[in-house]
């Protein structure tokens, strides 16, 4: 048998291995696109953990923030649109420009009771975000299949 030090010092070792691979989703996604996010400012950088956009940032930009969007549709040759379901939720902290405070389906954990799905819309052109918008979705396209798998930016 064991003595209890080397017990609780494995355990120890062990939730330090399990703990090691937990973190936010935008974490994971960052390290998906490391060579990219490296290049980021540091505010960038924040800004991209907490879920945040902003204009003129890249595609890789917006989905570390925001993951695969349900739809991506082509409006012209330089012109792309990104739309995302999810909810509305209260910023934690007040930005300077305000970032969206957007919580998407493809984020872990429950989604807020009572409020409605809505749908960010993210336009792009040349590569950079120009404008986002907000609307309501309706209930007959929430059982429509994501266009693009998890863990991919969509081709459009």
Do not use: N
């Not at 937990?22 to 991209?48: D, I, L, M, N, W």
């Not at 305000?98 to 409020?115: D, I, K, L, N």
Request: aromatic fraction near 10%; proline fraction near 10%; hydrophobic fraction near 40%.
């Amino acid at each position: 048998m064991r003595p209890p030090r080397a017990r609780l010092s494995a355990a120890v070792i062990a939730a330090a291995f399990i703990l090691a691979g937990c973190g936010t989703v935008q974490e994971h996604r960052a390290r998906q696109f490391a060579p990219a996010f490296a290049e980021f400012s540091t505010e960038k950088r924040e800004a991209v953990l907490h879920g945040g956009i902003e204009e003129g940032w890249s595609p890789v930009a917006v989905y570390i923030a925001l993951g695969t969007p349900e739809h991506a549709e082509r409006v012209d040759d330089r012109t792309v649109r990104w739309i995302y379901w999810g909810y509305r939720h209260e910023p934690v902290e007040i930005t300077v420009p305000p970032r969206p405070a957007f919580h998407t389906r493809s984020e872990p954990g429950p989604a807020p009771r009572g409020r409605p799905v809505e749908q960010m819309i993210v336009t792009f052109r040349d590569d950079a975000v120009t404008e986002w918008t907000f609307a309501p979705v309706r209930r007959e396209d929430l059982h429509q299949k994501r266009d693009a798998p998890f863990g991919q930016i969509p081709e459009a």
